[in-house]
């Protein structure tokens, strides 16, 4: 587990690096999940069913899917908001999606959302957590670190503020934020984590647009 989560950690700094001009933005129109409107509902039900969606949180923005590279994982949701445009550049194994805001450029950086999907073995929920944040402390330099217990769809999450290190001389600390989420599909469990960062978090628009993001993350089973 812990050569999984720092991998995970790794990749997510380095597609989180995304500073202006160095991106492929690929411009496209959010997609709606099949069924539904551009907002989740807040009816509780179990993941475990086709309905799952409706135990996620509401939000007033179109939703996209993440692609998927295989019918095993689970389906991920992000809400694509005015200005969060799609970068392909950084996808990879690990890496499945990353918006990038070039409206909200400060000090050279564009705030971006990068969203993480990987296996883990079948460990309680807390323990990935904690690894996650060791790694992120040991491993990517974050300081200031806090957690919070959360639920995304009804699955297990838990949310993280935290300052990440400076990347040189152009590039000083900056604030993140991030939701990580333990899915179990059939016998495989898996950790998706959607995180954010700007450096300018004062930016009103970044301030609403970040909550959104990751208010609106959706985890769900394949057929959910």
């Given at each position: 587990?812990?050569?999984?989560?720092?991998?995970?950690?790794?990749?997510?700094?380095?597609?989180?690096?995304?500073?202006?001009?160095?991106s492929t933005?690929?411009?496209?129109?959010?997609?709606?999940?099949?069924?539904?409107?551009?907002?989740?509902?807040?009816?509780?039900?179990?993941?475990?069913?086709?309905?799952?969606?409706?135990?996620?949180?509401?939000?007033?923005?179109?939703?996209?899917?993440?692609?998927?590279?295989?019918?095993?994982?689970?389906?991920?949701?992000?809400?694509?908001?005015?200005?969060?445009?799609?970068?392909?550049?950084?996808?990879?194994?690990?890496?499945?999606?990353?918006?990038?805001?070039?409206?909200?450029?400060?000090?050279?950086?564009?705030?971006?959302?990068?969203?993480?999907?990987?296996?883990?073995?079948?460990?309680?929920?807390?323990?990935?957590?904690?690894?996650?944040?060791?790694?992120?402390?040991?491993?990517?330099?974050?300081?200031?670190?806090?957690?919070?217990?959360?639920?995304?769809?009804?699955?297990?999450?838990?949310?993280?503020?935290?300052?990440?290190?400076?990347?040189?001389?152009?590039?000083?600390?900056?604030?993140?934020?991030?939701?990580?989420?333990?899915?179990?599909?059939?016998?495989?469990?898996?950790?998706?984590?959607?995180?954010?960062?700007?450096?300018?978090?004062?930016?009103?628009?970044?301030?609403?647009?970040?909550?959104?993001?990751?208010?609106?993350?959706?985890?769900?089973?394949?057929n959910g």
């Amino acid at each position: 587990m812990m050569l999984r989560t720092v991998r995970l950690s790794a990749a997510t700094i380095a597609a989180m690096a995304l500073a202006s001009g160095c991106s492929t933005v690929v411009s496209g129109t959010p997609v709606s999940a099949p069924g539904r409107g551009s907002s989740a509902t807040t009816d509780s039900v179990s993941p475990s069913t086709p309905d799952a969606a409706a135990s996620c949180a509401r939000v007033d923005a179109p939703l996209q899917d993440v692609p998927s590279h295989n019918d095993s994982e689970p389906l991920l949701r992000v809400p694509q908001l005015p200005g969060w445009n799609r970068v392909t550049k950084m996808d990879s194994e690990v890496i499945r999606f990353t918006l990038v805001n070039s409206d909200l450029i400060a000090n050279n950086f564009a705030p971006n959302i990068v969203v993480t999907l990987e296996p883990t073995p079948p460990l309680d929920p807390q323990v990935v957590f904690d690894q996650q944040r060791d790694n992120l402390r040991d491993v990517v330099g974050a300081t200031d670190m806090s957690e919070a217990p959360a639920t995304v769809c009804g699955l297990p999450a838990e949310k993280l503020t935290f300052n990440l290190p400076a990347m040189g001389a152009a590039m000083g600390s900056r604030p993140a934020q991030a939701l990580a989420v333990v899915a179990h599909i059939g016998r495989q469990q898996f950790l998706a984590t959607a995180t954010i960062q700007t450096t300018d978090a004062n930016n009103p628009t970044y301030q609403q647009d970040s909550q959104t993001l990751l208010d609106g993350l959706q985890v769900l089973t394949p057929n959910g």
